[in-house]
């Protein structure tokens, strides 16, 4: 577990706080007004946003920090259930997949109770156990891994429609009943359902474009790109803001961090590599 948040470090904090530091600067010279330094730094973004009275404009430069956040307070308690037995890490996912759909649930229809729930962790953490619970059942090779409907067309359909379907009530504030307390884990469900099928049947459009030379390299910088493209879109800077010219520059600033900083801490990690 040690070597494990070490190599986590290493792949986390060194751009995010570089980051950090950048807006710091330009938050000092052209006085932008970015006040949420503590929670960008603690990882606590998603409970600083739970807080309308310390959210202003300034701080969209800080908010994609907020499922960060939510990584980072996963990474405080699972790597120790992970020691656990196979069916002690299920049930436990399994719990916490019906409280964060309780906590979502409470938290939307009585706001006072967010911070008491820890609804900014828990409403997301069904999304985070169902991934889990899909890489326990890869490493066990669980029946699902062999059934004949991740091979067939007509499931993978099925969960892109219900996807897509919950995205629009969901959007259009449609079925709350329904999507409020299930539509995220559906969704996660449908999602988890479309990782395991691409990993399984090897061939296809979808295997083809997911493994493109140019999307494997986004994936690459995917973490420099997630960070950066906060300042290129909502920074300071108007020229660059608008699409399609900050697609163009987030990925151009993103492989620049990434070769000439990240690469450099990415290096250490084969040191803690478990054996």
């Known amino acids: ?15 995010c706080y ?31 946003m739970s807080n309308p009275l310390n959210w202003g404009p300034s701080a969209w430069l ?31 996912g399994s719990a916490i997949i019906a409280y964060a759909i309780a906590a979502r649930t409470i938290a939307a229809l009585v706001p006072a109770l967010n911070l008491w729930t820890l609804a900014p962790f828990f409403k997301y953490a069904d999304a985070l156990m169902i ?17 004949s409907l991740l091979r067939k067309r007509w499931p993978l359909l099925a969960f892109v429609a219900l996807i897509v379907t919950l995205t629009v009530l969901e959007m259009m504030s449609v079925g709350t009943f329904v999507v409020l307390p299930l539509g995220k884990t559906l969704v996660s469900l449908g999602i988890a359902f479309i990782i395991a099928r691409t990993i399984t049947v090897r061939q296809g459009l979808a295997f083809r474009f997911l493994n493109h030379p140019v999307m494997v390299y986004l994936g690459v910088i995917s973490y420099s790109l997630y960070i950066w493209q906060q300042l290129v ?43």
């Open 1 to 15: 577990i040690k070597k494990f948040y070490i190599r986590r470090a290493l792949r986390i904090l060194p751009v």
């Open 18 to 48: 570089l980051y950090i530091g950048v807006i710091a600067l330009l938050n000092y010279f052209l006085n932008l007004g970015v006040t949420q330094f503590g929670a960008a730094i603690t990882y606590t973004m998603n409970f600083a």
């Open 62 to 92: 800080f908010q994609n920090l907020w499922s960060l956040g939510v990584e980072e307070q996963f990474y405080l308690f699972w790597p120790c259930i992970a020691k656990k037995n196979v069916k002690t890490m299920t049930l436990i």
């Open 131 to 147: 991934g889990c619970l899909l890489a326990i059942s890869c490493h066990v090779r669980l029946g699902f891994w062999n059934s």
């Open 233 to 275: 879109i909502f920074g300071p800077f108007e020229w660059c803001s608008n699409f399609p010219v900050n697609v163009v520059v987030s990925i151009a600033v993103a492989a620049v961090s990434y070769h000439l900083w990240e690469k450099i801490f990415l290096k250490f990690k084969t040191s803690f590599q478990r054996v």
